[in-house]
């Protein structure tokens, strides 16, 4: 299974950019890269995904190195509400589960 | 449009009892996958369908089983309850496999209590 590295917790304060690490270390040459997100009382949410390039979306960007190991989550201005654990996770193609590991908790702190 | 929703919300059941728990994916979206969230072990993979086909399925024992109908709509079933049944279940559903690029969507999840 793909496995990933994120730090336990980090803090921001609010309406700071907030960059969220992610270290893939068996990522091979197809899989995709995805971020998740889980409010507290509430099912995982859907962030980003990006296959090499670097991607942008309402919620946030994803910054993939150059040799796919790593990739940062970039929130561009926490909210109180972006306070979740978010996870990351790579998927191979073809692939038919997510395997998450134990998240990052994001505090923002107002 | 409406997400996944998941049914019921909360569940209470005895050691030795079985439970159904179902998910009604978003319209559309042919693929459904199951997972098991705890304090503990965290989020970990049950099953994901496909057309009624079951198509990958984690480390869990035979009590853990499900299905998926012809209108995309899954069930998974428990026999034998044991207290590490425990768990908060989510069903998320996506067009595609999520290797293929695409993201799934979450329900809300059923909170089973096994006492």
């Known amino acids: 299974d793909a496995k990933t590295t994120q730090p336990n917790s980090m803090e921001s304060n609010e309406e700071e950019p907030v960059h969220l690490p992610c270290n893939h270390s068996?990522?091979?040459?197809?899989?995709?890269i995805h971020w998740y997100r889980q409010l507290p009382s509430q099912g995982p949410e859907y962030v980003i995904h990006?296959?090499?390039s670097n991607v942008n979306n309402r919620m946030a960007s994803l910054a993939i190195a150059e040799d796919r190991k790593s990739s940062t989550l970039i929130l561009h201005r926490a909210t109180l509400r972006d306070a979740a654990v978010y996870y990351c996770?790579?998927?191979?193609?073809?692939?038919?589960?997510?395997?998450f590991g134990k998240g990052t908790k994001l505090s923002v702190i107002p | 449009k409406a997400g996944v929703t998941q049914t019921p919300r909360y569940l209470i059941k005895t050691r030795g009892q079985q439970v159904t728990l179902s998910c009604s994916p978003i319209?559309?979206?042919?693929?459904v996958s199951w997972y098991q969230q705890t304090p503990g072990q965290g989020l970990q993979f049950l099953f994901e369908y496909f057309s009624e086909t079951q198509r990958n399925k984690g480390n869990f024992p035979g009590r853990f089983s499900g299905r998926q109908f012809s209108n995309s709509r899954s069930e998974m079933n428990v026999s034998t309850l044991e207290l590490g049944d425990s768990a908060l279940y989510l069903c998320a559903s996506s067009l595609a496999p999520t290797g293929q690029g695409r993201g799934y969507t979450f329900g809300s999840g059923t909170r089973l209590t096994v006492v």
């Open positions: 068996t990522i091979s040459g197809t899989d995709y």
């Open positions: 996770t790579d998927t191979g193609a073809g692939s038919y589960q997510l395997t």
């Open positions: 319209s559309g979206h042919r693929s």
């Open positions: 990006g296959l090499t």
